[in-house]
Every structure is written in structure tokens, then in C-alpha cells.
């Protein structure tokens, strides 16, 4: 699976629009790029996953350039609630193996 | 629909002991990984079982061995515990087993401590 390489840690006040990049450089064709968010002493919970292009739900969006080699998750307004580590993953085919990093902790103040 | 579910919450064991910790399972889902997550670190593969057999194994050693069971429940055994073996162990659940496709619900975790 493509190592991930994510800040360690960001920032930000409420209200404002967070942007987390991930780089993935070796990332293979049938790869999919997750993100997944973590509360302390909690199981990850999944936010989006791409391919390519740009994709929104209601809590994310995740903006994939065309040469697939990073991502962008982006958390809109965020609030103290979102205050978790984000995790970036790529992979795909073969079975079901997730490999994490140590993921960027953010922190949002009042 | 009844989330992942793990039992128990906490653990505490002896150095050299055994233990099994449990999963069950969101309804519908097939797959179900195991992970470690010591303090300060993201989840590290353990295994994955579909349909009763283990189909992926991560860096660990055969002490940690699973099952998964015809409801699609499973359980992680650890013998011979270790300081380092302490951690919360993650379960986590999917409707397949197709690379990272399949969006994998995690269950609470299991807080081991091995003293």
C-alpha cells in the first residue's frame, strides 16, 4: 500500500475552513484515498473516500488533482466538536488492509 | 442496525497470560479486521477474516491468533502477554474484503493494559 505523509499536527479557530494535505506519492492505479477521523479512546470513523476528482458529502470534501499524488480533505466551519486526529489511507485491491500513519491532530479554539 | 460492538471495555492482565477479546460484527458485514493502537500511534493491522478464514496478516507474531464464526462475530486471542501488548484493540467490520474500497466501521476498542 502507498505511504501516506500527513502534518503532524494543525490549528485553526472555529468557524473557519480547515484544509489538511496528504501526499502520496506512489500511490497505484486502483488505489482509493480514504479519510478517516478518530476521537480519543474511540474507534476511527470513516469521513470520504475518491478516486479522482473531487468529492463532497455532508460533514467533508476531498479534492484529488489530477496526478493522484496528495489530497486535500477540507472540514468547512469547522467546530470545537472536530477537535480529533485525521487520518489519510490509500490502497485498494487484494484484501482489505488498512495501513495507517500517525495521522494529523487537529486542535480548534474557541 | 446495531453498530460494532466489543467486550469487554477494559482489561487488565498479567505478564505471560492469555487473553480473548470480542467483536461482533455490523449486521450484513462479512469482513472483520483487527487492529492495535498503542498511545500516541494510529491503528496497526493485526489480521482480517472473511467468511470464517484469515485472509491478511500485518507484522505481527502467531501469539495473536483470531476466528471468525458463522455470524460473522470473531474474537482476537494474544497468549504469552507482553508490556508491549498494551493497547486498545480495534475492531472493525465491512461489507468486503476488496482492497480499501470498502468503508470499515470500527467498534469502541478494547483497553488492554498488561502489567
Known amino acids: 500500500l502507498a505511504k501516506t505523509t500527513q502534518p503532524i499536527s494543525m490549528d485553526s479557530y472555529e468557524g473557519q475552513e480547515v484544509n489538511i494535505t496528504c501526499s502520496h506519492n506512489?500511490?497505484?492505479?486502483?488505489?482509493?484515498i480514504t479519510w478517516y477521523q478518530q476521537f480519543p479512546s474511540q474507534g476511527p470513523r470513516f469521513i470520504i473516500q475518491?478516486?479522482?476528482t473531487k468529492v463532497t458529502n455532508e460533514v467533508a470534501s476531498l479534492f484529488i488533482p489530477a496526478d493522484r499524488k496528495s489530497s486535500t480533505l477540507s472540514l468547512p466551519r469547522v467546530s470545537l466538536s472536530d477537535t480529533a486526529v485525521y487520518y489519510c489511507?490509500?490502497?485498494?485491491?487484494?484484501?482489505?488492509?488498512?495501513?495507517f500513519g500517525a495521522g494529523t491532530r487537529l486542535a480548534v479554539h474557541p | 442496525e446495531t453498530g460494532v460492538t466489543q467486550s469487554p471495555t477494559h482489561l487488565i492482565k498479567t505478564r505471560g497470560q492469555q487473553v480473548t477479546l470480542r467483536c461482533s460484527s455490523q449486521?450484513?458485514?462479512?469482513?472483520v479486521s483487527w487492529y492495535q493502537q498503542a498511545l500516541g500511534q494510529g491503528p496497526q493491522f493485526i489480521f482480517q477474516?472473511?467468511?470464517?478464514?484469515?485472509?491478511g496478516r500485518g507484522n505481527f507474531p502467531p501469539r495473536f491468533s483470531g476466528l471468525q464464526f458463522p455470524n460473522y462475530s470473531s474474537e482476537l486471542n494474544v497468549n504469552a502477554l507482553e508490556l508491549d501488548d498494551s493497547a486498545l484493540y480495534l475492531c472493525?467490520?465491512?461489507?468486503?474484503?476488496?482492497?480499501?474500497?470498502?468503508?470499515?466501521?470500527f467498534g469502541p476498542g478494547t483497553r488492554l493494559t498488561v502489567t
Open positions: 477474516y472473511y467468511r470464517e478464514e484469515e485472509n
Open positions: 449486521s450484513g458485514h462479512n469482513t
Open positions: 472493525a467490520s465491512s461489507l468486503g474484503f476488496e482492497g480499501a474500497r470498502y468503508e470499515q466501521y
Open positions: 475518491g478516486y479522482k
Open positions: 489511507l490509500v490502497g485498494g485491491g487484494g484484501y482489505n488492509k488498512l495501513i
Open positions: 506512489n500511490i497505484a492505479t486502483n488505489d482509493y
